[in-house]
Structures are given as C-alpha cells and as structure tokens.
C-alpha cells in the first residue's frame, strides 16, 4: 500500500507563503493525477488543486492565483505553493489522488492562518 506524507505545514500571518510537501512511498505520480485536499475545522474535506501526469494543472476558484501546485517524479513528491494566505485557508491539508483511488489518506499538515 503506497503511503502519503505530508509536511510544511505551520503558523503564518496573513498574507504570508509556505510550501508544503508530500511524498508517496512508491511512483504514482506517473500513473495517478495528484491533488491537494484540505479539512478546516467543522467542514468537509474539499478538493484544492491537482496536477496531471503531464503537469496539467487546476485549481479551485478560493485559491486561484494564490496557490501552485508542481510535482517532481523523481524524488515521488507533490508540493502546494501557497501565496497570499488568507484565514479561511487554515485547514488540514492533506494530498491524494484525483479522483481518489483507494489510497490510504496520510496524517495531514496543519495550516494556520492568524495575526
């Protein structure tokens, strides 16, 4: 069973940047689309961005032009470039494929966004 890990994750101000990571225990990326999902407290998770295996790209309208989504097969890992950080992006954010595919979710990265 391929195994996700996600990192990066923190406290940052309003406005700020992190970039966070996730690495897959075998090569999918090849195979599968990847994306970005993220659970704020009380909400259902929900999709944020995915990219193909061909470096397509798309991105949900509350953080389009904010956030970039790129991958590198090689080292088996996606990364989730995020700009401008707004409150409403504090949140779990966890990686997976797009649709999902049976894998099993990882532990998550908690972003949180606060002055």
């Known amino acids: 069973q391929v195994q996700l890990v996600e990192s990066g994750g923190g406290l940052v101000q309003p406005g700020g940047f992190l970039r966070l990571s996730c690495v897959a225990s075998?090569?999918?990326?090849?195979?599968?689309?990847m994306g970005w999902y993220r659970q704020a407290p009380g909400k259902q998770r929900e999709w944020v961005a995915h990219?193909?295996?061909?470096?397509?790209?798309l991105y949900a309208d509350s953080v389009m032009g904010r956030f970039a989504i790129t991958s590198d097969n090689a080292k088996n890992t996606v990364y989730l470039h995020m700009n401008g950080l707004k409150p409403e992006d504090t949140a779990v954010y966890y990686c997976n494929t797009v649709p999902l595919q049976g894998l099993h979710w990882g532990q998550g990265t908690q972003v949180t966004v606060s002055s």
């Open positions: 075998g090569s999918i990326f090849s195979m599968y689309t």
């Open positions: 990219i193909t295996g061909v470096g397509d790209t």
